[in-house]
């Protein structure tokens, strides 16, 4: 028993991701007898997204991470998806931020497009979702996989200061704050990432 619980906090994982407010995320979610690391820590940086889903882009890195530097790795891909933009930006939630990850460009995109498509959008409620693919690679034979949904709409302006990515401009559903204006422990309690997580944390 004393040689199992040593085995399990000397774990080494890698949080698949070169996203700061993800990897923080992420490492808050992990047991905390993982040691974690990140791409930074080996030099790396993330391959081609080349995937049509969420959860096949969550692979490509957790696979590609995986590999690179022979540990076990959890990759996370989010996004997220307004109806009224045909589920757009989805799986180019990242890339509508541009090279430098700009999220600040990212939503006036979202407001622009919203805009174009009915300039009276923000009297109505419009519909978006937040959805979270993880993937953990290198565990057990083959990856692992969860998904995660959260529905609710788009704020009328960005509210908020906390979280990262689209977080200041989605409201849960049955709520009235943004996740930018949450506590980590709130929006943990109705956050994507965290019921991706719930279904795979028994495998670690």
């Known amino acids: 028993m004393k040689f199992q619980m040593?085995?399990?906090?000397?774990?080494?994982?890698?949080?698949?991701?070169?996203?700061?407010?993800?990897?923080?995320?992420?490492?808050?979610?992990l047991p905390k007898y993982y040691?974690?690391?990140?791409?930074?820590?080996?030099?790396?940086?993330?391959?081609?997204?080349?995937?049509?889903?969420?959860?096949?882009?969550s692979l490509i890195k957790a696979k590609h991470f995986s590999k690179k530097t022979k540990k076990i790795c959890i990759a996370d891909d989010s996004g997220l998806e307004i109806d009224l933009l045909n589920n757009q930006p989805g799986i180019?939630?990242?890339r509508w931020a541009?090279?430098?990850?700009?999220?600040?460009?990212?939503?006036?995109?979202v407001y622009q497009k919203l805009s174009k498509v009915?300039?009276?959008?923000?009297?109505?409620?419009?519909?978006a979702r937040f959805i979270c693919a993880l993937t953990i690679y290198g565990l057990k034979k083959n990856p692992i996989q969860s998904l995660g949904v959260i529905n609710g709409r788009i704020s009328k302006k960005k509210i908020g200061n906390k979280g990262f990515g689209y977080d200041p401009i989605f409201i849960p559903e049955n709520k009235r704050l943004t996740f930018g204006q949450m506590s980590?422990?709130?929006?943990?309690?109705?956050?994507?990432?965290?019921?991706?997580?719930?279904?795979?944390?028994?495998?670690?």
């Open 35 to 57: 040691i974690i690391t990140s791409p930074k820590d080996y030099g790396l940086k993330s391959p081609k997204e080349n995937g049509n889903t969420f959860l096949k882009n």
């Open 184 to 204: 980590q422990k709130l929006k943990f309690k109705n956050d994507h990432r965290a019921k991706a997580f719930k279904k795979i944390k028994k495998f670690l």
């Open 92 to 94: 180019f939630s990242a």
């Open 118 to 127: 009915d300039k009276n959008w923000k009297s109505k409620k419009i519909k």
């Open 98 to 109: 541009g090279k430098k990850g700009d999220f600040n460009l990212a939503i006036s995109k």
């Open 6 to 29: 040593l085995k399990k906090k000397s774990k080494k994982i890698v949080i698949g991701s070169n996203n700061d407010g993800k990897i923080k995320e992420i490492k808050d979610l």
